[in-house]
């Protein structure tokens, strides 16, 4: 028996997977070793997995392709996990440095998850010349997101060094069949197919009511829909970056105090991701002028818009993309986080109209073939080295836990995560929030960028340059933003008594 098909969103990652884009999203945390020692951590983690396996879906289920590709796949239970396959142990050879394990990671987020098994693996890795632990992760995409990712990654992690108990898993029989027969696959996904054109029927007219809305809407600065639809998607300057990649990878990391972002944040009336999005911009500038690169207008971030509904906890895709201007034709980093944080405001009210139609799943009759055709023709003519690009760079922002978690009695320090860099945008630059830090993940394209370390440390020093200008700002009731609230708070006029009656009566 099954457990359903994959929706259109959570396919498209696989039909998108090439030997060169690997379409998996991991994290690599570092930990401080429990008091009992590392000795034998390695095995008392694989145990610690294998009796939660029953809390997550992700960790029994595979995949099982329909007949010729005709449908979407179905997640189907298997029966007969290797943990030994999925848990792996790694040292580090001396010194044991971050850079050995950076690059550690960049090689082993190269290759392609197994499809002919769950999609997941994990590494615990020792021999850190400071006696900490590492581990790290990698999940298809197909199988989740960032928000349900994160939901993953707390039902694996604990609050205090000693283990929850999660109880025991439901009995279940042994298959004696280890694929599905064609009939039941074919009678499957004609009946998915069925069911996907009557959703689509049904909720078609409200989505594209929703669209209209959206598109003639007028905002609170005056701007009709269609103007800001017009000015989001405009092509993005070319940089080396943004080129046909590999599938080799490079990583770098850097940690930033919390505290210190929101306080940089607040005296603009910006959010933690509006400063994190200014953060990159200043990074990216540096990174540039290094390579002597000239770009005439502002770099675009491509930035992942979650459309999940309020309540939905389910461990699939329902995001989109948004392109967000970065303004780093702004000098001056104050004001270039001000432009930042109103572009940000016009995509997060684009996205809003879009919430709740992740829910909707297209047909998919058809896709595998179509889906896989395009992208593999895509990657194999290189016409990310001659279009324009849409955006110079992916930039994702995953909220997370304020407090500490522990992994089978080891303290998380950080939580770093790893990503997904494209065709035609070969960095992904993704931030989780942490116990009080913001932890940067650089996942480039080793060709494109090798040196993703070094993007990653400029991070620290556009910081340091938005505390210094924050420093120097006039008092609040003169800059900028103060008089923007002032006219937001001022009342409207009042109408006229007489106009409203001749109105009434005309």
């Not at 998850?113 to 632990?133: C, H, M, T, Y």
């Not at 109880?167 to 279940?172: F, M």
């Not at 078609?204 to 959206?214: L, R």
């Amino acid at each position: 028996m099954h457990k359903g098909h994959l929706s259109a969103t959570d396919a498209g990652f696989l039909y998108m997977e090439t030997p060169e884009m690997p379409m998996h999203i991991g994290a690599l945390y570092l930990l401080k070793p429990p008091a009992r020692g590392v000795e034998n951590y390695a095995a008392e983690y694989r145990a610690m997995i294998e009796s939660r396996l029953h809390t997550a879906p992700l960790f029994t289920h595979k995949l099982a392709n329909m007949p010729f590709d005709l449908a979407n796949p179905v997640w189907i239970e298997d029966d007969d996990i290797d943990l030994d396959y999925h848990i792996r142990q790694v040292t580090l050879t001396k010194p044991g440095t971050m850079e050995q394990l950076e690059k550690l990671v960049g090689r082993l987020h190269s290759s392609l998850l197994d499809r002919s098994r769950p999609l997941w693996e994990f590494f615990v890795i020792d021999g850190l010349q400071n006696g900490d632990l590492a581990f790290y992760s990698k999940v298809h995409h197909a199988a989740l997101d960032g928000a349900a990712g994160m939901q993953l990654t707390m039902a694996l992690l604990d609050t205090t060094e000693v283990p929850r108990d999660v109880g025991a898993p439901p009995p279940r029989p042994r298959k004696s069949q280890y694929q599905l027969g064609i009939g039941e696959l074919l009678w499957s996904a004609t009946t998915n197919a069925l069911s996907q054109y009557a959703k689509l029927a049904s909720v078609a007219p409200k989505a594209a009511q929703a669209a209209i809305d959206a598109y003639r809407a007028k905002d609170a600065e005056g701007k009709w829909g269609f103007e800001k639809f017009r000015g989001a998607f405009a092509a993005a300057p070319k940089t080396h970056i943004n080129v046909s990649i590999t599938n080799q990878r490079a990583f770098g990391s850097k940690q930033l105090s919390l505290a210190e972002v929101k306080a940089v944040g607040k005296a603009v009336g910006a959010t933690v991701n509006d400063t994190v999005m200014a953060l990159c911009s200043g990074a990216l500038l540096r990174y540039f002028k290094d390579y002597n690169e000239t770009i005439d207008k502002s770099l675009i971030a491509a930035v992942p818009i979650s459309i999940r509904p309020e309540g939905d906890t389910s461990q699939n895709n329902q995001v989109t993309m948004l392109p967000v201007s970065l303004h780093s034709d702004i000098k001056d980093p104050l004001e270039r986080l001000r432009a930042i944080r109103k572009s940000s405001n016009r995509m997060k009210d684009l996205g809003s109209k879009a919430k709740g139609l992740g829910a909707i799943d297209l047909p998919s009759i058809g896709a595998p073939w179509l889906m896989t055709g395009l992208v593999t023709l895509y990657g194999r003519s290189n016409l990310a080295d001659t279009l324009p690009p849409v955006a110079n760079v992916a930039i994702s922002n995953v909220p997370g836990p304020n407090y500490p978690l522990y992994m089978t009695g080891a303290m998380l320090r950080s939580m770093f995560p790893v990503s997904i860099p494209t065709h035609g945008i070969g960095c992904n630059i993704t931030v989780q929030s942490y116990n009080g830090h913001l932890d940067f993940g650089i996942t480039a394209c080793r060709r494109a960028m090798p040196d993703a370390k070094r993007l990653a440390d400029y991070l620290g020093d556009a910081l340091a340059e938005l505390k210094a200008a924050v420093a120097d700002m006039p008092p609040p009731e003169t800059r900028p933003e103060a008089k923007e609230e002032k006219a937001a708070a001022k009342p409207p006029p009042k109408r006229s008594r007489k106009g409203e009656g001749s109105r009434l009566h005309s």
